[in-house]
């Protein structure tokens, strides 16, 4: 399936499209006001806000027929270059577009807008020529969503659609979704009675019926004798941790706003865990370690929290509890090359078995790193990740902002809707060493012998 964000044509047909769709809401809804209308890898959307009301699908179904109008007409597109202060007055009415224009320095940056028929948007651009250009296109759903993302800021309108140069084109793309659906593993959980939910017991809490949790088991068996012969040791761990362990680690100024609230027992703070890996740090901090004991690789199934805003939740892909197959492997540096090697052959080996389709993606230092390995490390998976036995589908070096992990590989893996999801398999066990090395001096980590 398209990604509409990397195609340049496709990007640029979405974003013309969704100032076409701003203009049909704009005459269906004469005060409606506008936030963002970006393209992303499934289309485009606008966010907008309709006062009191709330888009239903039939007012979804009238502003496609207003938007066919639009493009009916077609009206030429064309962009100015203007001050500040031009824009400032431009949209004075619009306290969304003011809020996006006070950011702008028009010493550092153009300011711009877009102008087609009777409607003006500001915008960097590029466009088409003009909207019959944006004619097939469809609607594909839409959603509420909170202005900047932020909770406590208003409910905006989100549309989401699509655009394609052909009607032919267009068609291919929505039986691809319909097809989707009908893969979505929200149904198939539900037919099969594989999983469930209940908002009683608390959004983003899965519960795994007997039918999931039978093929749980097996899984969870298969992949656990596989790890033994590999030499992982299988630990357990509590899913609660005191606010000390986090403070200690560094998760608590970077993560503590994903984390649940405190609880308070006793006079003493605790907190559901959010990953694994203070508590592995710990049970390696445990006695003092020889060389000659190193790889070290502890792995534990290990039932961890993360919370979650309620719009942001998402079947089994985005919850609130989840149980994370977490390996922390201590190397010595000369061994790390060779422990990526053996782990991204074990994500190829059980990926093959279940003919998953995957990628790999190099996730590199983010600003406020911590840890000590140096560029050599960051180097090496540069160039091991696209050449390693490991055969995904694609590489693609990012930047990616991550707590403990300076560096990381992230293996992803395709769902039916054509979609990368990063929470099955994400390998950083090799990173760790950079997080001892970085936290020895709070104290929670001990000085090993080989150092």
């Given at each position: 399936?398209?990604?509409?964000?990397?195609?340049?044509?496709?990007?640029?047909?979405?974003?013309?499209?969704?100032?076409?769709?701003a203009q049909a809401v704009k005459h269906l809804y004469p005060n409606a006001k506008f936030w963002v209308g970006p393209v992303v890898e499934e289309g485009f959307y606008y966010d907008m806000d309709l006062g009191?009301?709330?888009?239903?699908?039939?007012?979804?179904?009238?502003?496609?027929?207003?938007?066919?109008?639009?493009?009916?007409?077609?009206?030429?597109i064309y962009r100015r270059e203007i001050?500040?202060?031009?824009?400032?007055?431009?949209?004075?009415?619009?306290?969304y577009k003011i809020d996006l224009i006070s950011n702008m320095d028009e010493n550092e940056q153009i300011i711009s807008c877009y102008d087609q028929g009777d409607f003006t948007d500001l915008c960097r651009g590029p466009h088409v020529d003009n909207v019959k250009l944006c004619r097939y296109f469809k609607l594909v759903k839409h959603s509420g969503a909170y202005w900047k993302g932020d909770a406590n800021n208003q409910v905006l309108n989100r549309v989401?659609?699509?655009?394609?140069?052909?009607?032919?084109?267009?068609?291919?793309?929505?039986?691809?979704l319909e097809e989707a659906k009908e893969r979505d593993h929200r149904k198939i959980g539900k037919d099969m009675?594989?999983?469930?939910?209940?908002?009683?017991?608390?959004?983003?809490?899965?519960?795994?019926?007997?039918?999931?949790?039978?093929?749980?088991?097996?899984?969870?068996?298969?992949?656990?004798n596989k790890e033994r012969k590999l030499g992982y040791l299988h630990v357990m761990t509590p899913c609660v941790g005191t606010v000390q362990l986090y403070k200690t680690s560094g998760h608590w100024d970077h993560y503590k706003e994903n984390m649940f609230p405190a609880m308070e027992v006793e006079g003493e703070s605790f907190v559901l865990r959010p990953m694994n890996c203070p508590h592995h740090m710990?049970?390696?901090?445990?006695?003092?370690?020889?060389?000659?004991?190193?790889?070290?690789?502890?792995?534990?199934?290990?039932?961890v929290h993360r919370k979650e805003k309620s719009g942001q939740m998402n079947g089994l892909f985005r919850v609130q509890e989840f149980r994370q197959d977490d390996d922390h492997t201590f190397v010595m540096e000369s061994q790390i090359e060779d422990e990526i090697a053996d782990i991204m052959e074990i994500a190829d080996q059980i990926y093959s078995t279940f003919g998953v389709t995957y990628r790999a993606e190099l996730s590199t230092r983010p600003e406020d790193f911590m840890g000590e390995i140096g560029e050599h490390?960051?180097?090496?998976?540069?160039?091991?990740?696209?050449?390693?036995?490991?055969k995904a589908e694609c590489y693609?070096?990012?930047?990616?902002?991550?707590?403990?992990?300076?560096?990381?590989?992230?293996?992803?893996?395709?769902?039916?809707?054509?979609?990368?999801?990063?929470?099955t398999y994400k390998e950083d066990k090799p990173a760790l060493v950079s997080a001892i090395q970085g936290m020895k001096e709070n104290g929670l980590y001990p000085k090993l012998l080989w150092d």
């Open positions: 399936m398209v990604n509409f964000k990397e195609d340049l044509e496709l990007n640029t047909l979405n974003h013309s499209c969704a100032h076409m769709m009191d009301v709330m888009l239903t699908d039939e007012d979804i179904a009238k502003i496609e027929k207003e938007m066919k109008k639009v493009a009916k007409t077609g009206a030429k001050s500040k202060a031009e824009a400032l007055e431009m949209f004075k009415d619009d306290p989401y659609g699509v655009c394609f140069p052909t009607q032919e084109q267009l068609d291919e793309h929505l039986a691809l009675q594989l999983f469930m939910s209940d908002d009683l017991i608390g959004k983003g809490l899965p519960m795994y019926l007997p039918n999931g949790y039978t093929i749980w088991t097996e899984l969870e068996n298969y992949i656990r710990r049970i390696f901090a445990n006695r003092p370690h020889s060389y000659k004991e190193l790889p070290i690789r502890y792995n534990e199934v290990g039932l490390f960051e180097k090496f998976l540069r160039e091991e990740v696209p050449e390693n036995p490991l693609l070096p990012t930047v990616v902002s991550s707590l403990l992990s300076a560096h990381k590989c992230d293996v992803k893996v395709l769902h039916t809707s054509e979609k990368w999801h990063g929470v």
